[in-house]
């Protein structure tokens, strides 16, 4: 009896040890997850919540708009002229700032095609013509100037002087040679001169006339076209460096013969309006 009661307590305690260690693996394997599991439920977990948002940027004053733009003119007009009184057919390239008009004898060759008022008219003219040497041309050339005081931009916080500057080459276009060229061989006179005092750039109301925005202006002499003209007294033309004059559009468009000089009066500032004369005798 003691036997039998011995093995019916021996049956039980294995039957609930085989309970514990089947609850124990259970437990074991809900407890560790394997690698995908744990991948999966790291995807599948909330976003955090979106950073709040600051408060608006301000916005600023409107920016002001600034004065209409001009447009500027094509760098180079290349024209054919009417002159055609010789058997020679010349090309002439000129570049001045801001103005000119060339003239065989009293006939008109060609004229800057940029008004003189256009702001910032710096272009180059290329034109040919026949003729016959010996050759008298005769230029006008001008500076840009609002009045007699001779300044730009009166009022405006560029007021300023302008400054001037002319140089032409011309070819004879059968040969190809360059038989002319503005240098020093030019005979110029300035027939505007303003202002008389460099001051008056500063002036926060120049007055033309009135000190010291005073100026110089004389009339075109007669005749001064002719090939008769006595131009002896015409000593004002003065060779300026390219650095000097500073060429803008326009002038890098012609192939400049090295012997070119740019020409002007004796000051690039205050010369504002001159006449130009040079005779070619032959090629």
């Known amino acids: 009896m003691r036997k039998l009661t011995s093995i019916l307590l021996t049956s039980l305690m294995l039957t609930a040890c085989g309970k514990v260690d089947q609850q124990g693996l259970e437990r074991n394997e809900t407890a560790t997850p394997d690698s995908a599991d744990s991948a999966e439920s790291l995807r599948t977990e909330a976003p ?25 003119p094509e760098s180079t007009n ?40 256009t ?48 140089i032409m080459q011309l070819t004879d276009t059968t040969t190809g040679a360059v038989v002319a060229v503005t240098n020093s061989l030019f005979d110029c006179f ?18 033309a006339g009135t000190a010291p925005c005073d100026f110089v202006e004389t009339p075109e002499p007669d005749g001064w076209m002719s090939a008769s003209y006595d131009d002896s007294e015409w000593t004002a033309t003065t060779v300026h460096s390219s650095s000097a004059v500073d060429p803008k559009q326009g002038y890098d468009q012609i192939s400049w013969d090295e012997s070119a000089e740019f020409i002007w009066g004796p000051d690039l500032e205050t010369d504002n309006t001159l006449l130009c004369r040079v005779t070619i005798s032959s090629p």
């Open 190 to 207: 300035v027939i505007h001169k303003a202002p008389l005092d460099k001051s008056c750039e500063n002036e926060l109301n120049p007055v």
């Open 48 to 72: 955090p919540p979106p950073r709040p948002e600051g408060p608006p940027r301000p916005e600023g004053p409107p920016r002001p708009e600034g004065p209409p733009r001009t447009e500027e």
């Open 119 to 166: 702001e910032r008219s710096f272009n180059a003219e290329s034109v040919t013509f026949n003729a016959d040497y010996p050759l008298n041309l005769n230029f006008i050339v001008k500076d840009f100037k609002e009045n007699d005081t001779g300044l730009e931009y009166i009022g405006e916080n560029n007021q300023q002087m302008g400054d001037g500057g002319f």
């Open 78 to 117: 290349v024209t054919t002229s009417t002159v055609s009184n010789g058997a020679v057919t010349f090309r002439m390239d000129v570049w001045a700032d801001n103005w000119f008009a060339a003239y065989l004898d009293e006939t008109l060759i060609v004229e800057d095609s940029v008004s003189i008022t």
